[in-house]
Nanobody
Framework: VQLQASGGGLVQAGGSLRLSCAAS????????MAWFLQAPGKEREFVAA????????FYRDSVKGRFTISRDNAKNTVDLQMNSLKPEDTAVYYC?????????????????WGQGTQVTVSS
């Protein structure tokens, strides 16, 4: 299984970024997918998740109304649209795949990880 994340960058507060994660070598629609973030010196934290069919989504409270997770099972991709970005959103963002469930919020529950993409929001 391979997960390849992309789309990070430097943006001013209030701006937007769209992260994308391309998956290969798995039956994509059978996996719950998620995005996590990791700030320097901190543990990896849940951001958002989506069910295999894409009909159920989950978000951490601090991103509700600002971030949207979506997936395209025909293209084996999962995206994270991030709007109204804040400096506290600055982190490395990782996509992750869960072979058994959707919406789990602990990093150790996930089976596969992408390499991470840096998001920096300046004030």
């Amino acid at each position: 299984v391979q997960l390849q994340a992309s789309g990070g960058g430097l943006v001013q507060a209030g701006g937007s970024l769209r992260l994308s994660c391309a998956a290969s070598r798995l039956t994509f629609s059978r996996y719950g997918m998620a995005w996590f973030l990791q700030a320097p010196g901190k543990e990896r934290e849940f951001v958002a998740a989506i069910s295999g069919s894409g009909d159920i989504t989950f978000y951490r409270d601090s991103v509700k109304g600002r971030f949207t997770i979506s997936r395209d099972n025909a293209k084996n991709t999962v995206d994270l649209q991030m709007n109204s970005l804040k400096p506290e959103d600055t982190a490395v963002y990782y996509c992750a795949a869960d072979k058994y469930y959707s919406g789990r919020k602990y990093a150790h529950d996930y089976n596969y990880w992408g390499q991470g993409t840096q998001v920096t929001v300046s004030s």
